[in-house]
């Protein structure tokens, strides 16, 4: 049986500080990277949702031994490729494409055959990305039809590449850079933009990585072999579960909220640079850099008068998991809003292009659509009265919180089904709503 909540009222005005989740990202990578550091690594404010525990399960079935102290993760690793794999294991990456791909380029050296599998929605994802470089290094990788299951034998005879990663993917990037820390010799990645969290974990390890920024493309080089020591990480809140709080807040009356400590490193802040210039005055305050990584607050106020933007496509990779919630702020905007080239958002969780658009027509709003280009006709008085069911979305969590955040901001009676999909990036996602005033059954 799924379950569902029920939404039958707006929120009223708020003034509050929150915390949200931690970033989903930079857990998978704390713990993946603690795995192959030399000694016990401890990592803080861990986010305890599906993904990152697959995660723990995945590096445990490798060998690699974890405890929980007084909320501390302590991973125990032995440096590179210190597994220790027993015969015929199945990792079993659920719902997570990170996870999925990065522990991919984990396996590049294992001497043991090791089964990928993950959930309905995981499995009907394409791996080609990921295939294609990896089999480059020399690794032998079997799936039907570049989708999971994947079998992964791992060879020692690497060879270092030099690859051009074409589609702004984090997930491709990062798991070419962990399969080059097994290989010897220089890898080298001509990789268009996306978030940079693995680069600048290695970098503030004091791992050979060298990044040279371009404008459209960074060129990553990393030397192979080099062992990295232990470390310690304390994981800042997640933009990308921010992201839906800040709408709340924006499209809701007289209010204000202020979420703490957030992860603001520059490849995530496409969010905040659209909403900005649709009119939101979102603000950060009291910014530091830990591990290379900045972190903030994040400062917002309900706005009256959105404005609709022709959104520049280099931002799409910043703001690449937001489009959903950034796709309702125009459905309020004065005017015609304009994205261009989102085909990466039907290859996510669900096809969230195509999902996105039938939830603008669902809540009345007029969208066009020319391949992978869209104009949305924003109406500023748009207010919902009917009753709205969501389901069949394939659990994806973000439709769920978009579909919450709708409900709660243009009113409306709404039945929405998998509640569970929240434990995907944000369990406390229900329970931070319910504290500022949401009326949720
Ligand atoms: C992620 C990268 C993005 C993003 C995903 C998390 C990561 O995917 O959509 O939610 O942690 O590397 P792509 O790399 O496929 O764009």
């Known amino acids: 049986m799924t379950k569902h909540i029920l939404i039958n009222n707006k929120i009223e005005n708020f003034n509050e500080r929150i915390i949200v989740g931690p970033d989903k990202s930079i857990s998978i990578r704390s713990i993946l990277l603690a795995s192959q550091a030399v000694g016990t690594s401890k990592i803080s404010n861990l986010l305890e949702s599906e993904d990152v525990i697959n995660t723990l399960k995945a590096i445990k079935l490798l060998g690699i031994n974890y405890k929980k102290y007084n909320k501390v993760y302590h991973i125990e690793g032995f440096g590179l490729n210190g597994f220790n794999i027993k015969k015929n294991i199945t990792i079993n990456a659920g719902n997570s494409g990170t996870l999925a791909r990065l522990i991919l380029g984990m396996l590049v050296k294992s001497k043991t055959k090791v089964r990928l599998i993950g959930d309905k929605s995981l499995s009907k994802r394409d791996f080609s990305r990921v ?19 994947i079998e992964i ?15 702004g993917s984090a997930q491709v990037k990062s798991c070419i850079i962990l399969s080059s820390l097994n290989t010897p010799g220089t890898t080298i990645i001509n990789s268009k933009k996306s978030r940079n969290h693995t680069e600048l974990m290695l970098k503030s390890f004091k ?191 973000r439709i769920f919180f978009l579909s919450c955040i709708t409900a709660l901001t243009l009113g409306g009676k709404w039945k929405i089904h998998d509640k569970d999909a929240i434990n995907t990036s944000f369990p406390n996602f229900i329970k931070i709503l319910k504290r500022i005033g949401a009326k949720i059954n």
């Not at 034998?153 to 589609?167: C, H, K």
């Not at 106020?301 to 125009?330: G, Q, R």
């Open 131 to 149: 295939i294609k470089p990896l089999k480059l290094f020399g690794v032998n990788i079997k799936s039907k039809n570049n989708c999971l299951p």
């Open 153 to 167: 034998t791992g060879t020692n005879f690497l060879r270092p590449i030099t690859y051009n990663e074409n589609i």
């Open 207 to 397: 791992y050979p990585i060298k990044i040279q920024k371009g404008k459209k493309f960074d060129k990553i080089s990393v030397e192979g072999l080099r062992q990295f020591k232990a470390f310690k990480y304390n994981v800042p809140g997640d933009i990308s579960s921010a992201a839906f709080f800040i709408v709340l807040t924006l499209l809701s009356r007289k209010s204000k909220m202020i979420i703490k400590n957030v992860n603001i490193n520059p490849s995530r802040m496409g969010i905040l640079t659209i909403l900005n210039k649709m009119g939101a005055q979102i603000k950060i305050k009291n910014n530091y850099v830990y591990n290379g990584e900045k972190v903030g607050d994040i400062h917002v106020k309900s706005v009256k008068n959105l404005s609709s933007i022709n959104c520049p496509s280099n931002l799409n990779s910043s703001a690449i998991d937001e489009f959903l919630i950034i796709f309702l702020v125009s459905a309020k905007a004065k005017g015609i809003s304009k994205f261009r080239d989102l085909g990466e958002m039907n290859k996510k969780e669900s096809k969230r292009l195509d999902l996105g658009i039938k939830f603008l027509k669902l809540i009345g709003i007029k969208v066009e659509r020319n391949k992978d280009n869209i104009k949305i006709y924003g109406k500023p008085n748009l207010f919902l009265k009917d009753n709205f069911e969501m389901k069949n979305f394939l659990k994806d969590h």
